[in-house]
């Protein structure tokens, strides 16, 4: 049962874009969300997060917006750089326990 | 942000031997890390977690006996691949809880590549 689901294995976009990430849930109990991405051959790097008591939450070109009645979170990235180009991991957790639980990503694609 | 570092960045063994690997917090002490495994084209999965001074907690279907993992400081943990064969060939990332400063993230080390002759 896959409790965290990226829909999308890809997305393309122009550079100067808008880059819309998205990312469903199906367990109720989480309430901390992270994005992190991904180059080949190298560990996540963190990029932002959101407490379930929040619906939005922007860092730079970053901003991540949940949508707890729809289970439903995504990341926007504006305006998109061709060095944004990697796999974007959705990322959840519940309360004190603090195992993350993984989407299976989504390849971000900025054309120059 | 915080520093993760694993060490070795690529390993190659023959089957039936033991590898180590290590993981850092640099910048900051970590209580939990967390062992991840990644296959191609597949996301992370949690393997473990690992707690400073007690046993770690493995997942289901994680054989505890054939991944040992210690956490002997609030900056080291290390995973010991035993008795490896091919199918344990695999990208085992690390990542460590930072929990200061009003948030709860988790930083990962940037992997380590195990392949399994």
């Known amino acids: 049962d896959q409790q965290v689901k990226q829909n999308s294995p890809s997305l393309s976009v122009q550079e100067g874009r808008i880059s819309i990430l998205n990312c469903d849930y199906t367990?109720?109990?989480?309430?901390?969300f992270l994005w992190y991405k991904k180059y080949p051959a190298e560990g996540p790097t963190f990029l932002i997060s959101i407490s379930s008591i929040k619906d939005k939450n922007e860092d730079g070109r970053f901003t991540v917006f949940l949508n707890k009645s729809a289970k439903h979170l995504s990341l926007h990235i504006v305006p998109s750089q061709p060095g944004d180009s990697a796999v974007y991991f959705c990322a959840a957790s519940k309360g004190s326990n603090y195992k993350l639980t993984f989407g299976k990503g989504t390849l971000l694609t900025v054309n120059p | 942000g915080a520093v993760v570092s694993q060490h070795p960045s690529r390993v190659i063994c023959k089957s039936g031997t033991s590898v180590k690997i290590e993981c850092r917090s640099l910048?900051?002490?970590?209580?939990?890390m967390f062992w991840y495994r990644q296959f191609p084209k597949k996301s992370l999965m949690l393997m473990a977690t690992s707690n400073e001074g007690s046993k770690a907690t493995y997942e289901q279907g994680v054989e505890k006996d054939k991944f040992l993992i210690n956490h002997a400081s609030l900056t080291l943990s290390t995973l010991t691949v035993t008795s490896a064969h091919p199918e344990d060939s695999s990208f085992y990332i690390c990542s460590a809880r930072d929990s200061k400063g009003g948030t709860d993230t988790q930083y990962f080390g940037p992997g380590t590549r195990l392949t399994v002759l």
């Open positions: 367990n109720s109990m989480f309430d901390y």
């Open positions: 910048d900051f002490q970590a209580t939990t």
